[in-house]
C-alpha cells in the first residue's frame, strides 16, 4: 500500500510564501502530483514530479526527493484566491498499469489579510 | 485545453432512484477515464478505472453492481448510482488521462457532480 502524509491546515497572510510539505511510503514509484482544489469544485493540475528536483512554475514550485519520499508545494506571493486545499498525489506503476493516484488527504491553506 | 465535462452538476433525488452522470473529454481522447468520490473535508477516494470499450475495474470495497460504469467511446464514460440511497450523498468526480499531451499520467478533472439522495 501507500501512505502520503501532508499537514491538515496551514495559514498565512497574503504577499507571503508557505511551503506544503508531503511524505509518501510505497512500493513503487511513477511519479507525484500535486493539485488545487477549491471549496465544492474538483481539483486543477498545478504540477508533476517524477525526477528529483525543483520545478518552477509562476508562483508555484514542487520539490522531489525520491530517495527520501518527499515533497513539497512552495506558494510565493500569496493572494486571497490561493486559500484552497492542495492535495499531494502518488501514481505507482509498479502496483497497477492504469497509472491510478493515490491522494493524501490535502493541505487547507487559509490566506488572510 | 484538456478540458473536462461533467454533467449534471447537481442532482437531487429521492431514495431508490437511480442517477447517471456523464463525464465527457471535450477536446481530446480519453482511453481511460476514472471515477472519484470526495466526502466533505475529506480527500479524494477512487471508486473504479473506466477503460474505453472494457470492463471496469473497481477498488476494493466498491459495488460494482451499485456503481454502473460504462465507457463506450473515447470521450464519454457514465456512471449509474442505482437505488441510491442517502449515504451514497457526495461529490462524485470523474478524471481523464489524455496519453498525447504531456505527461501521460496527468489526470484532469471534470468539475464534479454533488448527488444529494433524500
Known amino acids: 500500500g501507500q501512505n502520503i502524509d501532508q499537514p491538515t491546515e496551514m495559514t498565512a497572510t497574503e504577499g507571503a510564501i508557505v511551503q506544503i510539505n508531503c511524505t509518501y511510503q510505497t512500493s513503487g514509484f511513477n511519479g507525484l502530483f500535486w493539485y488545487q482544489q477549491h471549496a465544492g469544485e474538483a481539483p486543477t493540475f498545478l504540477s508533476y514530479n517524477v525526477l528529483d528536483g525543483l520545478e518552477e512554475k509562476g508562483r508555484f514550485s514542487s520539490f522531489l526527493s525520491r530517495s527520501k519520499g518527499y515533497s513539497y508545494l512552495l506558494l510565493k506571493e500569496l493572494q486571497m484566491k490561493d486559500s484552497a486545499s492542495y492535495l499531494c498525489?502518488?501514481?505507482?506503476?509498479?502496483?497497477?498499469?492504469?497509472?491510478?493516484?493515490?491522494f493524501g488527504a490535502g493541505t487547507q491553506v487559509v490566506v488572510t489579510p | 485545453g484538456a478540458v473536462v465535462s461533467q454533467h449534471p452538476s447537481r442532482v437531487i433525488c429521492k431514495s431508490g432512484t437511480s442517477v447517471k452522470i456523464e463525464c465527457r473529454s471535450l477536446d481530446f481522447q480519453a482511453t481511460t477515464m476514472f471515477w472519484y468520490r470526495q466526502f466533505p473535508k475529506q480527500s479524494l477516494m477512487l471508486m473504479a478505472t473506466?477503460?474505453?470499450?472494457?470492463?471496469?475495474?473497481?477498488e476494493q470495497g466498491v459495488e460494482k453492481d451499485k456503481f454502473l460504469i460504462n465507457h463506450a467511446s473515447l470521450t464519454l464514460s457514465t456512471l449509474t448510482v442505482t437505488s441510491a440511497h442517502p449515504e451514497d450523498s457526495s461529490f462524485y468526480i470523474c478524471?481523464?488521462?489524455?496519453?498525447?499531451?504531456?505527461?501521460?499520467?496527468?489526470?484532469?478533472f471534470g468539475p464534479g457532480t454533488r448527488l444529494t439522495v433524500l
Open positions: 473506466s477503460n474505453e470499450g472494457s470492463k471496469a475495474t473497481y
Open positions: 478524471s481523464a488521462r489524455d496519453r498525447l499531451r504531456g505527461s501521460t499520467d496527468t489526470q484532469y
Open positions: 498525489a502518488v501514481i505507482n506503476r509498479e502496483a497497477d498499469s492504469w497509472g491510478k493516484l493515490q
